[in-house]
């Protein structure tokens, strides 16, 4: 019988020892480069669905996007104030601001070698925008034509300087139109229905980017490799692995790695304690906001003016700007300081609960109580559901009573949509890097404002008046001045409370250049990195 | 190949019986005085203890911010605070005031319904029998915690869902104890007295199946106090569970986990579960052990 | 079925331990049949059950999706989008949100005799497509995690239920109980904490270093495919990389595991004929060899194949902490995003599974002991 068991015992030790022979073998290579191709590694928690421009809109598909599609103007780095030439080498506005002329280069060539035109820019902006995708509504009030082989003409229906912004976006990348249409696609006005590329470019980049797809795994794992016949400067590493990451996975990750990686989603408070061998950029670019439904058939609570400022005054926006993290801000407007138009983080409400208490006796609303949906996700390394406890705390101190309701994402959007919340709460990023983009969503009787019952019927003519001026502005600096103004006025009489900024960070290693944080839309420009 | 026992004498049985029971039995005595289970009955009692009294043991009130945020243990917060400065050891104390009622009150429904079901299917035989098993075939079919989350995520996370999508996965196990000691009974009744079913069977069924199955459904029930606190974090941890600032360790350790240098906040609601769940899963082993006739000279058949 | 690293459950329809008791051996002489056709018989009548269970699976996972408060067009599209109805109509005509619920039941079951498992709404692929791609590689962590723990629980069952009640036996039983009682999302997390951060052992999650492209493809599973291309550094990466994944899995499997097998081996030492065989004289160890351990593992036998299809669905909480792309993770983010056809793929895959071991537990059973097919 002994000698059964110590036989048994035997075997087990050994199978024990076996992985652990195995971990000693290959605990060399961790996941960064190792010999030979210089490849970077980009930890990403993925939102990624397609890679085709013409749908493309959640945050991994844009970063991908914009290295394998060209658009005609760009953004450098972190810069967003100015767009640069890209496909397009120059560029003029007309005087009303309706109607826009890009000059294109003439030296950019597809994969295939065939030369990148104005048709081919034609085709995938008209694409875009007749797909009726999630990513059609920039460019919905846009029609494009071309001139000649080398000049494109955008008219704007309505007067907006901000059409070359809208073109710096990934999904107005131009792709290769002769051989998108040999495999479905199409750029006719029933393309939402017509268009039958399916999934070819998920794994086939038509683009004339500096890198091309070699792999796509949307669940784990997107590899690109250096385009040989790219145009402009070559890019920095050969081959770009994206890996799906988990967030805490990702600092944990990075604060080992020994180079040849970025991690994309340490935000917040995540990267408060990272060693100080990684590089950390961000710019504040999003924003954190409650909105109150002014339909009194829904709410005449939140719909009633007094209340909302009441509960304005009573939530510490500092306080929950501290639980964003070290860079986070308290919010002065709705616009997050990264835009031109925002207004002065130092002028953002402080905490004042007695106001509060006042504007609710004025008002004689005694023992309020109202119900707060919000997603029940981590947006950019917070947790939704902690601030929101905060904002239930501080309304209490005020004697407002907050029933927190966390929903699943999805039942989220669909309760958003529907127009039925008290007050919801969500975070806020930009369609694209100009404050006046805001208005577009949240001017009364917009599409934000509608979900909120907040119609032009019901809204102040100051709001109106306001968000109209900003509309007629043509001149970028026009519209800096008119988007402060309206941020003014929305604090007054919106149903909108902006609470605190935080943002986008990205964590580099030491090794490396060119990896910042952009808020243009892409998070991070993979082919400006190099290393050092 | 199991092949059948050699008859005996049956003298030499017995003292072979005793003989080899006493090679088996522990070194203790009675169940209820082994290490084992008095060590899971005071930590059972102590957690109770502290879901009761909760409101006033906690030294800080965890919903509340008390200090820094996230701050490593100290003497005033033996268990550190978390991101929103609340103390970890008042809302970890806390925690036990969701996790053990919730517990017990999905184990007591699962066991009602899972009871009906299975008496019904016992007693009622053929169709109903088919169905009820073959409805809880299905339920066992779906992995338990897909269905769970598909149950939460189709009514809104909450502490109600969360219990109603965990009765919904557990009652076919107590449905099968119940319906396998209702048909041994049956069938004894059946070999013993060799008539059919008439109205006295029924109620010497309940009075025979409760005692028959009390046993397996006792350890079973004890055992699924444990695996009921496991999936309730679970959920938690998705997000799917009770709705915040409610104190449930699981939904403190998804936190925790956002950040796992500040592994205090993690590391203590982890605990608590381990504490708690191997608790009444020694309980449980006690009073299954109690209950095999063979280590205590048959109490029970 | 059982989530990783919760207590066993008796198997779902079968005796828990061989049945030895005498009203089976009064039934079972008295019913004795000729064989082959009681086995035909006891397959067809599963198999007919388990068509039925399967179509019942569909039809719950169909209408729980259905009910949900959630419009996948309000999930998937932009809010521009959403607002503007004839996007919002577009989106519903392509996936057939706008027919009513029966009618897309019914072309749900037509493709599905096609063997077309619809499309994903969040990877725009063909659920098919997407399940070959998943199950490799939860396959390729349930079966070295199921095997470990089996070789292990079987050991250290046998040893425990042998010096049953000595400090050996009950310091096994404590270690198997702490298995079963740690949150799996826990464990997985201290683990990689500890083996990753601290010891740097182990890689971060993923199945392969970025330096290495991904096999060509014959089943899906990295480490088979790389020894069938040769190559054999992509196999030791991939190993390095199951190492984490499988070394959880195994440790909440084989607490599960070890305490049935010492419940099971303690009441086969315990039953008549064994008393009989020690009272006849026969040396320990053969008494150990020939019916403890045969009469013993049936039963384990049973629970290890219903714990390996409970492992391919439920492996859930550590895929998700350790990025381990299997069909776990793909069933979690289903549910959350509301993802229909994958739901119904996933569930339909696990369910088919699950009634398949179903079956062969059975007919081996039958085929062991037939008074228990006779029953």
């Known amino acids: 019988m002994k000698k059964a068991n110590h036989s048994k015992l035997a075997v087990v030790a050994i199978l024990a020892i076996v992985p652990l022979v195995l971990t000693a073998c290959d605990a060399s290579p961790d996941s960064s480069n190792g010999g030979g191709s210089q490849t970077l590694t980009v930890d990403n928690s993925f939102v990624l669905k397609t890679l085709d421009p013409g749908f493309v809109y959640e945050q991994t598909g844009a970063t991908i996007v914009h290295v394998l599609y060209d658009t005609l103007v760009t953004f450098d780095g972190s810069d967003v104030s100015e767009v640069k030439p890209s496909l397009a080498e120059s560029f003029e506005p007309s005087d009303d601001a309706k109607e826009f002329t890009f000059t294109l280069r003439d030296d950019v060539t597809f994969t295939d070698g065939s030369a990148l035109d104005s048709e081919d820019v034609v085709f995938s902006l008209n694409r875009l925008k007749n797909l009726k995708g999630s990513a059609s509504q920039i460019v919905s009030s846009m029609s494009f034509s071309a001139t000649d082989e080398n000049t494109v003409v955008v008219t704007s229906d309505v007067a907006n300087p901000d059409v070359p912004t809208i073109l710096a976006q990934p999904s107005t990348g131009i792709m290769n139109s002769e051989v998108a249409a040999e495999n479905g696609a199409t750029d006719a006005d029933d393309a939402a229905t017509t268009d039958s590329i399916g999934t070819y470019l998920d794994t086939n980049s038509l683009g004339s980017g500096p890198y091309k797809i070699s792999s796509y795994d949307p669940s784990s794992k997107v590899v690109l490799t250096a385009n040989p016949d790219y145009w402009g400067e070559a890019p920095g590493y050969d081959r770009v692995v994206l890996q799906n990451v988990d967030v805490q996975n990702q600092k944990l990750t990075i604060a080992k790695s020994s180079g040849d990686e970025v991690a994309l989603d340490l935000s917040g408070a995540l990267s408060a304690d990272l060693p100080d061998t990684v590089q950390i950029s961000g710019v504040p670019d999003t924003s954190y906001f409650l909105s109150l439904n002014q339909d009194p058939a829904v709410s005449a609570l ?34 997050p300081p990264a835009f031109a138009g925002a207004l002065d983080p130092s002028d953002a409400p402080k905490q004042d609960i007695d106001a509060a208490k006042k504007l609710l006796a004025d008002a004689a609303i005694s023992n309020p109580s109202a119900s707060l949906v919000y997603p029940a996700i981590t947006y950019r390394g917070v947790d939704l559901g902690t601030i929101v406890t905060k904002v239930q705390a501080d309304a209490k101190e005020a004697g407002i009573t907050i029933e927190l309701t966390p929903q699943p994402i999805n039942v989220f959007l669909d309760g958003q949509a529907a127009g039925q919340n008290e007050i919801g709460f969500s975070p806020n990023s930009l369609n694209y890097p100009v404050a006046a983009s805001l208005v577009n969503n949240m001017a009364p009787g917009a599409s934000t404002s509608l979900r909120n019952g907040w119609t032009i019927e019901r809204a102040d003519a100051s709001a109106i008046d306001a968000s109209e001026a900003v509309i007629a502005a043509t001149t970028p600096e026009g519209r800096v001045a008119a988007m402060q103004e309206w941020q003014r006025v929305m604090n007054e009489v919106s149903p909108f409370i902006p609470m605190a900024n935080n943002s986008g960070i990205v964590v580099a290693t030491e090794n490396l250049d060119g990896a910042v944080y952009s808020p243009a839309g892409w998070t991070i420009d993979l082919a400006d990195i190099s290393s050092k | 190949m199991i092949s059948l026992p050699p008859v005996l004498d049956a003298a030499k049985a017995k003292r072979l019986n005793l003989k080899t029971s006493r090679m088996l039995r522990t070194q203790f005595g009675s169940v209820w ?24 043991v906690v030294p800080f009130d965890p919903l509340k911010p008390v200090g820094e945020n996230l701050q490593a243990p100290s003497s005033t917060h033996w268990f550190g605070t978390d991101e929103l400065g609340r103390d970890v050891l008042s809302r970890v104390i806390a925690g036990s005031q969701l996790s053990l009622p919730l517990a017990v009150i999905i184990v007591v429904f699962s066991l009602l319904v899972g009871g ?27 992995p338990q915690i897909i269905l769970a989350m598909a149950v939460t995520a189709a009514f809104g996370p909450s502490t109600g869902n969360a219990v109603l999508a965990l009765v919904i996965v557990s009652w076919p196990l107590y449905a099968r104890i119940i319906r396998s000691s209702v048909l041994s009974v049956r069938e004894q009744e059946y070999v013993v007295s060799g008539h059919l ?15 028959n199955s009390a046993g397996p459904a006792l350890v079973m029930s004890t055992i699924e106090l444990g695996n009921a606190i496991l999936m309730l974090a679970a959920l938690s941890y998705l997000g799917l569970g009770p709705r915040p600032p409610a104190a449930e360790w699981g939904a403190m350790i998804a936190l925790g986990s956002q950040n796992l240098s500040n592994w205090w906040i993690s590391l203590f609601p982890g605990l608590a579960i381990l504490t708690i769940v191997m608790a009444f899963n020694m309980l449980g082993d006690s009073i299954q052990d109690y209950l095999d006739p063979r280590s205590r000279g048959g109490k029970l058949r | 079925m059982m989530p990783v ?23 079972g002489s008295n019913q004795r049949k000729p064989f082959m056709p009681l086995l035909l018989k006891t397959i067809a009548k599963r198999l007919l059950a388990t068509v039925a269970l399967l179509w019942g699976v569909t039809v719950v996972t169909f209408l729980l999706v259905s009910v949900v408060p959630g419009d996948p067009a309000a999930a998937n599209l932009s809010q521009q989008a ?3 109805p004839e996007i919002r109509e577009a989106f519903r005509s392509k996936w057939g949100l706008d027919q009513p619920l029966i009618v897309q039941y019914g072309q749900y079951l037509w493709n599905i005799l096609h063997g077309d498992l619809g499309v994903s709404q969040q990877t725009n692929r063909p659920v098919l497509e997407d399940l070959s791609r998943y199950i490799p590689a939860t396959i390729e962590i349930a079966i070295p995690a199921m095997v470990i723990a089996i070789i292990v629980a079987v050991a250290l069952g046998i040893l425990s239920a042998m010096r049953k009640g000595s400090a050996l036996d009950n310091g096994i039983r404590v270690l198997s109980l702490t298995g079963l009682s740690t949150p799996p999302f826990w464990l997985a997390l201290v683990a990689l904490y500890v083996f990753f951060y601290i010891f740097g052992w182990v890689p971060n ?18 480490t088979i495919d790389a020894l069938a291309a040769g190559q054999i550094t992509v196999f030791w990466d991939a190993v390095w990389h199951l190492a984490l994944p499988v070394g959880i899995l195994a440790v909440l499997t084989t607490s599960g595991l070890l305490r049935f097998v010492r419940s099971s081996m303690l009441e086969v030492l315990d039953s008549d004929y064994i008393r009989a065989a020690v009272a006849k004289g026969l040396p320990r160890r053969i008494i150990t060899w020939r019916h403890v351990f045969k009469a013993g593992l049936l039963p384990v036998l049973t629970v290890s194949a219903l714990t390996m299809a409970s492992l391919m669905g439920g492996a859930v909480l550590v895929e998700q902490v350790l990025s381990w792309p299997g069909l776990g993770q793909y069933a979690y983010k289903s549910a959350l995003g509301l993802d229909l056809q994958a739901i119904l793929g996933v569930t339909l895959f696990v369910a088919i599974v699950y009634t398949g071991i179903n079956l ?14 006779a029953k």
């Not at chain 2, 289970?37 to 409101?55: E, G, H, K, R």
């Not at chain 3, 970025?210 to 096999?215: L, R, T």
């Not at chain 3, 062969?360 to 097919?373: A, H």
């Open chain 1, 302 to 335: 939140t719909s009633n003016r007094a209340f909302v400022n009441a509960l304005r005054a009573s939530i510490d926006n500092e306080g929950i700007a501290k639980l964003f993290g070290p860079d986070a801000t308290a919010a002065s407007g709705v616009v």
């Open chain 2, 33 to 56: 005085t082994r290490p084992w289970t008095v060590i899971s009955l005071a930590v059972i009692t102590i957690w109770t203890f502290l879901a009761i009294t909760a409101p006033w």
């Open chain 2, 116 to 142: 009906i079901v299975g008496l019904l299917a016992g007693y009622l035989g053929r169709t109903v029998d088919g169905i009820a098993m073959r409805l809880a075939d299905l339920v066992l079919a779906f």
């Open chain 2, 197 to 211: 079913l008439g109205s006295g069977m029924f109620k010497s069924l309940v009075k025979d199946v409760i005692p």
């Open chain 3, 5 to 27: 690293g919760a207590q066993e459950r008796p198997p779902a329809s079968h005796p828990s331990a061989p049945a030895v008791d005498a009203s089976s051996a009064i039934c």
């Open chain 3, 82 to 84: 959403y607002d503007d």
């Open chain 3, 205 to 222: 999650g993923g199945r392969l270093s970025n330096m290495y492209d991904p096999p060509p493809t014959i089943t899906g599973m990295y």
């Open chain 3, 360 to 373: 062969i537990v059975d007919v081996l059973y039958t085929v062991i002991d037939p008074r228990i097919g």
